[in-house]
Structure formats: structure tokens, C-alpha cells
């Protein structure tokens, strides 16, 4: 299939290149870059062994995305790109809509006008909101707690409108839960351009000593250790789900939703010592207040995904942290060569 990946450069997108061109797929990736770097598609170039087209070009421009989209003719869209800083969301949230569903509104015009019947969107399990039980199922009640959340959740709308108003449509709406590791080459990563706000980021970055300390966001939560806990999701079991939703999609009308993650949670202080055996290193940390907005714990029953989809994580936390770790210290500064 011919598969348009918007947002292919960044964390998740680079990683699903990896699985979309292995299954064969042909691709264009478009991307504005303001979260990524050209080296990471050169490195998914490399160890593909495969080579796509890339169009520089921001999702607000519906005149870019027409033109992609028309010149490409996709038969599919994975539709990566878009902003995803819960703290900045509440900060900018025009930027976050015009953005997240703005960006979506384009590209499902763009695919309207030339017949492209198939998006697999990312969504986040950031929908649901505070727990009423766990592990939250698809069924979950939806209370967004945050702007981002908000747009993720109206962009789900706006999908579940569009593939009821086309008999040929389908929309495959996968509710990450936290991605973390890295491809087991080391090649490919997570490369934060500004400050992170997640966990792994930062703990990578005090195991290289670019920052002394981890706080930890609280320690007196309903949890076994009392810190946060969630259900974290190798990168590249993520990366497959995709590959499977185009499949789903292919085969499938109408809008689904599915949970990407283990059903296995961590807290902070076990992903901490996890991270400590895999590098070898120290990594100090302070207990903090909590973060405002932070759940307790958050958890995906992942068995409609198997279910449907013919897709579960496969990969466990050493192998999570052993990756992490493996492009961390090979690639202390991301992608960037200054
Ligand atoms: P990322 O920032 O690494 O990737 C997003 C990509 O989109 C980047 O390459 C960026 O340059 C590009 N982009 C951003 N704004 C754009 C615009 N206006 N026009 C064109 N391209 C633009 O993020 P990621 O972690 O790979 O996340 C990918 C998607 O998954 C996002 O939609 C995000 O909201 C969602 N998601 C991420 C997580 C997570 O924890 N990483 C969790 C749930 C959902
Ligand atoms: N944490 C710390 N210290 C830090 C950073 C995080 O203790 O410096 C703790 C948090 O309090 C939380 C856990 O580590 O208990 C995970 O926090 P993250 O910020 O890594 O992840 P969140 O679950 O808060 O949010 C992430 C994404 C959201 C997404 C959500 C659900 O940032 O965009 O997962 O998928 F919506």
C-alpha cells in the first residue's frame, strides 16, 4: 500500500517507518520538523535499506497537504503529527487545536478529495481521565483532564463523524499508553528538543550526567510504593500495532478504538531501578510534591487490540530499559551533531 505517515520523523513515527517499510509498505513521510530531525529518516533510510520521499511542510497548511496527498495518492494515512506537551497544551491551547484538530480536519479533506479511505490516528490514553476502575477498557468514560487530552479527544470525534459519513471509510483510533526504549539497533530514539517532562527522557539524561537529579513527582499515592504508576510500552511494539491497524483498516469500515499498551504497570521508583541495572549507573533522585493533574495509576486492558487487531506487546521492561539505555549512551546529544 502507499502510506502517507505524517509526523513519520519523530519518536513514534521513525519507529513505525521501520515497521510499515518491513511489511513492505511504500511511504511519504510529511513532517514540519519542529519536533524531529531529517537524521532520524536518514537513519530509518539506513537500516531499512529502503528509500521514501519527504515532504517538509507543516499539517496547518492545507494547501502542503493537498498537494502531498494529491501528488502521492495514498491508499492509507498515519497521522503522527501534532503537538504533545500536556503543560504547554494548557499554556497555548489555540496552537494545540489549531494543531491537533485542525491538522486532522486538513488531512481528512485532503483524503476526501482524493479518495483515500483509510487513517490510523494517535490518540492517547490521556482521554480517559481519572480512573472509575482499572484496567480502563475502550469503554471507559472519556474526561480529558488537560487541553492536549481535549484535542485528542475531539480529533476521536471528528474521525468517528467522518467514517460514518463514507460507506469505504475507516479510521483506526490506537490509545497509546506511555512508549518508551528505542530500536534495538541504538540508531533510533526518543530526542526531545526542549526540556522533557517524561520520565524515561529524564532518567536517561541523569544516567549520561546531563542532569544530577530525578524528582519524583510524589510518593504518597494509593500505589505499592507509593509513586506513580504506568503502563509502559516498548516503542517498537507500538511501532507494530500500526502495521497491524493498517491491515485492520484495510479490511475493516467504520471507527475503531483500541488501547496500545501491556497491561503491566510500573511505578517511578521500579522503572528508576530497572533503568539503574541496564546502564549501570546511579541515578540519584529527590522526592517531590506531586505534579498537578498526575493520576495515580494508569493501566490498558489491551485484549480488544489482540483481539481484533491480531496485535500484543511482546517486549518486557529489561528490554525497555536495555534500549532506552543503548541509544542514550550512543547518542548522548539525540540526533544532533553540534
Ligand atoms: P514527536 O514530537 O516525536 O513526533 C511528532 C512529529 O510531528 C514530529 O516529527 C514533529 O516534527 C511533527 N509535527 C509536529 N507538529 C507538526 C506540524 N504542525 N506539522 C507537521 N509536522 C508536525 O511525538 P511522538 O512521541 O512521536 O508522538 C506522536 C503522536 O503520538 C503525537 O500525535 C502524540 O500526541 C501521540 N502520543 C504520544 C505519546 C507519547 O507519550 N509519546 C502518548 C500518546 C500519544
Ligand atoms: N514522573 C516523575 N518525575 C518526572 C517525570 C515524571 O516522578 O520528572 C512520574 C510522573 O509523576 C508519573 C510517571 O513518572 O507518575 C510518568 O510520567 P510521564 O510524564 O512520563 O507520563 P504521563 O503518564 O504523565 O503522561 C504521558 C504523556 C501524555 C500521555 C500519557 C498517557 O506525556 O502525553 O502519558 O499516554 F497522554
Known amino acids: ?26 511511504v511519504l513521510v510529511y513532517d514540519n520538523f519542529s519536533n524531529s530531525a531529517p537524521e532520524a529518516l536518514e537513519r530509518v533510510r539506513r537500516l531499512s535499506n529502503r528509500d521514501f520521499d519527504t515532504v517538509e511542510a507543516d499539517i496547518r497548511d492545507d494547501a502542503a497537504v493537498e498537494r502531498a496527498v494529491a501528488g502521492f495518492r495514498p491508499q492509507a494515512v498515519i497521522h503522527f503529527a501534532g503537538l504533545k506537551a500536556v503543560g504547554e497544551s494548557t499554556e497555548m491551547p489555540v496552537r ?35 480512573p472509575d476502575y482499572l484496567p480502563y ?3 471507559h468514560p472519556t474526561r480529558p483532564a488537560s487541553p492536549y487530552g481535549r484535542t485528542k479527544l475531539m480529533a476521536e470525534q471528528v474521525l468517528g463523524d467522518w467514517a460514518a459519513s463514507r460507506p469505504d471509510a475507516s ?25 522533557p517532562n517524561n520520565l524515561m527522557p529524564i532518567v536517561a539524561q541523569v544516567a549520561v550526567g546531563q542532569r544530577e537529579k530525578l524528582m519524583v513527582w510524589g510518593n504518597d499515592y494509593d500505589t ?42 510500573y511505578s517511578v521508583l521500579e522503572m528508576v531501578a530497572a533503568f539503574e541495572k541496564a546502564s549501570g549507573r546511579a541515578i540519584p533522585y529527590e522526592i517531590g510534591p506531586r505534579r498537578a493533574g ?10 480488544r487490540a489482540h483481539r481484533l487487531l491480531g496485535w500484543k506487546a511482546e517486549r518486557g521492561l529489561k528490554d525497555m530499559v536495555e534500549t532506552g539505555w543503548a541509544w542514550q549512551s550512543a547518542n548522548p546529544r539525540g540526533y544532533s551533531t553540534d
Request: aromatic share 8%.
Open 96 to 130: 494545540y487545536y489549531d494543531t491537533n484538530v485542525g491538522g486532522t480536519l486538513n488531512l481528512l479533506a485532503a483524503m476526501d478529495r482524493h479518495g483515500c479511505g483509510a487513517i490510523v490516528f494517535s490518540s492517547s490514553a490521556t482521554v480517559y481521565g481519572e
Open 1 to 26: 500500500m502507499r502510506v502517507l505517515v505524517t509526523g513519520g520523523a519523530g519518536y513514534i513515527g521513525s519507529h513505525t517507518l521501520l515497521s510499515v517499510l518491513g511489511a513492505g509498505h511504500e
Open 171 to 195: 479510521a483506526v483510533i490506537l490509545r497509546y499508553f506511555n512508549p518508551v526504549g528505542a530500536h534495538l539497533s541504538g540508531q533510533i530514539g526518543e530526542d526531545p528538543r526542549d526540556i
Open 294 to 303: 498526575d493520576i495515580a495509576a494508569m493501566l490498558a486492558d489491551p485484549s
Open 224 to 265: 505499592p510504593d507509593g509513586t506513580g504508576q504506568r503502563d509502559y510500552i516498548h516503542v517498537v511494539d507500538l511501532a507494530e500495532a500500526h502495521a497491524a491497524a493498517l491491515d485492520f483498516a484495510e479490511r475493516r469500515r467504520g471507527a475503531e478504538v483500541f488501547n496500545i499498551g501491556t497491561g503491566q504497570a
Open 137 to 139: 477498557d475502550e469503554a
